[in-house]
């Protein structure tokens, strides 16, 4: 039901941007965030990455702000991550989740790689 889309290999200082599409109703309802995973961890030691809530306001991890921008569009049913100047730390899986306080969504994940 969550689909995550844009990853793959990029040098350090290297931009990728993240999709993450819904297949299901009402997504504008629904609060947004991508997690990573990063190689070596387990799923309960997902990294939270940035959120998009509602109302549209946004939370950055500490690691990323700066160069990590969250964004959505409800008429596509669809989350976005712009990553700039990536890092080789940056590599992980990246997770796309849905909450509506009901219920939660996760996405299957996108290989991010940053290397040179």
């Known amino acids: 039901q969550l689909v995550e889309s844009g990853g793959g290999l990029v040098q350090p200082g290297g931009s990728l941007r993240l999709s993450c599409t819904a297949s299901?109703?009402?997504?504008?309802?629904?609060?947004m965030a991508w997690w990573r995973q990063a190689p070596g961890k387990q799923r309960d030691q997902r990294e939270f990455?940035?959120?998009?809530?509602?109302?549209?306001?946004?939370k950055h991890a500490n690691p990323v702000k700066g160069r990590f921008t969250v964004s959505r569009d409800n008429a596509k049913n669809t989350m976005y991550l712009q990553m700039n100047d990536l890092r080789p730390e940056d590599t992980a899986v990246y997770y796309c989740?849905?909450?509506?306080?009901?219920?939660?969504?996760w996405g299957q994940g996108t290989q991010v790689t940053v290397s040179s």
């Open positions: 989740f849905a909450d509506n306080q009901v219920s939660e969504i």
């Open positions: 299901f109703r009402m997504f504008s309802t629904y609060t």
């Open positions: 990455v940035a959120a998009i809530s509602t109302d549209l306001s946004t």
